[in-house]
């Protein structure tokens, strides 16, 4: 679902391959693996986030402090990373900071659209980690610090992102439903082809 809502955001239909290269636009992925890192390399300038490893070909660093510049993405996609980052909204805040404006952020995690609040499993208190819940953890021993809830579209909205929470199925993908957060940086959030912002009205 994750490409599906970056082409929703950027206003492209049909499968990524058959996408037109747009190598103006800074597409930023926080952990990505499987097939379509390397078709979205060849489609816009893609930044592949890692924690730790070799970073050869990808960007080396922490989604809580992120190595780029202020306003320089015009679209962040993460899929199942944020609930095992122990400084959220630091990373949230960091990713609002290098969206430029009009940019987008696409968010899946586990549990959002089935909570309506957030359930923390592990609280960061300073350099401790308390864990208020039976520790669990995903695939590769990662821990899990928190399932989110519906409530994270407010500390999205109070980082000034105009939010949509939606679920959606795409049979034709064979992509069961699944729930999208999107955030733009923006006054009002707009889908679709970019617009030139120098318009005029008559």
Request: glycine residues 8%; negative net charge; contains cysteine.
């Amino acid at each position: 679902m994750l490409i599906h809502s970056l082409a929703m955001c950027l206003g492209y239909v049909g499968p990524l391959a058959e996408w037109k290269p747009d190598h103006s636009l800074v597409v930023l992925e926080t952990s990505g693996y499987r097939a379509h890192p390397e078709l979205l390399k060849c489609k816009f300038r893609y930044l592949n986030l890692i924690f730790e490893g070799m970073a050869s070909e990808c960007l080396l660093g922490d989604v809580a402090r992120l190595p780029l510049g202020d306003q320089t993405v015009d679209a962040v996609i993460s899929s199942d990373v944020f609930e095992h980052v122990r400084d959220d909204i630091g990373g949230f805040s960091e990713i609002a900071r290098v969206l430029r404006p009009g940019g987008y952020f696409i968010l899946e995690a586990p549990a959002i659209g089935e909570l309506e609040t957030t359930r923390v499993l592990v609280e960061a208190r300073g350099d401790e980690d308390v864990y208020v819940a039976p520790p669990e953890h995903h695939a590769e021993n990662t821990l899990v610090y928190r399932y989110y809830g519906n409530d994270v579209v407010d500390r999205l909205s109070a980082l000034s992102l105009s939010v949509l929470l939606f679920r959606a199925r795409v049979p034709t993908s064979l992509i069961t439903e699944q729930t999208v957060v999107i955030g733009q940086k923006a006054v009002y959030l707009s889908l679709g082809p970019r617009k030139p912002s120098n318009l005029a009205w008559t």
